[in-house]
Nanobody, 115 residues
Framework: QVQLVESGGGLVQAGGSLRLSCAAS????????MGWYRQAPGKQRESVAT???????NYADSVKGRFSISRDNAKRTVYLEMNSLKPEDTAVYFC?????????WGQGTQVTVSS
């Protein structure tokens, strides 16, 4: 059974930093692309950052230069380093992966940035 468990969210002031983690189990982690998505109240879920099995990354324009996605295949964990946080980054952040054509989501972790 595939499980994705996020951690590291919280309340931070604007300009601050947070590091999110997503621990994966029940999947061939090193072969799967991983991604971070977020959903703010009243808005659709959007892609924040993705990383392929080979380590290639892609970022939403709104977070380029501030966020960094990385993965540790030995620990079966993907990270999202978030710097220079803004109030508009406030959202529930979800970890996502695909395997054999199926998409899996974590339960989400709340990030709140105060102004």
């Amino acid at each position: 059974q595939v499980q994705l468990v996020e951690s590291g969210g919280g309340l931070v002031q604007a300009g601050g930093s947070l590091r999110l983690s997503c621990a994966a189990s029940g999947m061939l982690f090193r072969f799967n692309p991983m991604g971070w998505y977020r959903q703010a109240p009243g808005k659709q879920r959007e892609s924040v950052a993705t990383i392929t099995s080979g380590g290639s990354t892609n970022y939403a324009d709104s977070v380029k230069g501030r966020f960094s996605i990385s993965r540790d295949n030995a620990k079966r964990t993907v990270y999202l380093e978030m710097n220079s946080l803004k109030p508009e980054d406030t959202a529930v952040y979800f970890c996502q992966s695909t395997q054999y054509g199926l998409t899996y989501w974590g339960q989400g972790t709340q990030v709140t940035v105060s102004s």
